[in-house]
């Protein structure tokens, strides 16, 4: 059962990114396709095989074996949280209209998933973790290059600033998601709870 689940973990992982990198590694591929079946089939059978291999990605990683790598010192589950609280902010930055965060950071999505994928190293030493989350801060530094390259050549405008409002509401939203899944939310999704008593 271990290595089927690992290997269903591995399986999730590639197909997923996989999924999420097919603008970068092929182009042609994606506007043959968008082409061919239209924007918005391509855009359904996207979210429909990302979903699908984001429920292989979650299953092999809930099932499979824990094999410790390292052990983080106690103080990187600190550090952890608090890095979780600038993912969220970040994340709910780049759902609203730009303020200064979104900006700045040009593409908040990917940072947050950076921030989210590196924190969870930090406070996580086991293989299945090391494998999906690592992959995941891999996957977001080669978006990020990818998405400099085409702002470079012109092909990508990045979002204009809106009002610094938007900042607040992202601050205050985020803070109160990160609140919400300290207290509740990530034993209840993940099942465990980021601090143990």
Known sequence: MGLETMALLIL??????GIHLTRIVAPGFRDATVAKLGEQRWKGL??????????????GYANAPIVDLYYPPVWTAHLTLTLMLLAM???VASLLPAGHIAARAKHPMVLSVKIWAFAHLLANGDLRSVLLFGSFLAWGVVVRISLKRR?????LKPRPF???RYDLLAIVIGAIVWGLFIARLHALLIGVPP???
């Open 195 to 197: 601090i143990v008593m």
């Open 12 to 17: 999730g992982i590639v197909v997923f990114l």
């Open 46 to 59: 996207y979210s429909l095989a990302s979903f699908a291999a984001l429920v292989v990605l979650v299953y």
């Open 162 to 164: 809106v009002s610094a």
């Open 89 to 91: 902010i970040v994340l």
């Open 151 to 155: 702002e470079r050549a012109g092909d």
